[in-house]
């Protein structure tokens, strides 16, 4: 199984940036594909943006299409996700997930969870 830790969370302003970084570790990281969710209070998990093994494939919500960016660096079995043009309605606990399986964007599919880091947008 791995393990994941999220970090890199904040208070930013409306069109600020951050990026957030999640560590793998335990039994050969590379091996899972690698998601992140956001969760705000009184809403669902929503998928945010997933990442191939490889690295070679991601997808994204259509909410952060063009403003968030997911990569991973396998020798650092570091997950990030760069996020721009942040908006108030970005303000969520954001999560990582790892799974055996490809990306799909059902936070029901993926075995592996961290304990979420908060990202504060204000306007």
């Known amino acids: 199984q791995v393990q994941v830790v999220e970090s890199g969370g904040g208070l930013v302003q409306a069109g600020g940036s951050l990026r957030l970084s999640c560590a793998a570790s335990?039994?050969?990281?590379?091996?899972?594909?690698m998601a992140w969710f956001r969760q705000a209070p009184g809403k669902e998990r929503e998928f945010v943006a997933g990442?191939?093994?490889?690295?070679?494939?991601?997808s994204y919500g259509d909410s952060v299409k063009g403003r968030f960016t997911i990569s991973r660096d396998n020798a650092k079995n570091t997950v990030y996700l760069q996020m721009n043009s942040l908006e108030p309605e970005d303000t969520a606990v954001y999560y990582c997930a790892a799974d055996l399986m490809i990306v799909t964007t059902s936070a029901r599919n993926y075995d592996y969870w961290g304990q979420g880091t908060q990202v504060t947008v204000s306007s």
């Open positions: 990442i191939s093994r490889s690295g070679g494939t991601s």
């Open positions: 335990g039994r050969t990281p590379s091996r899972y594909s």
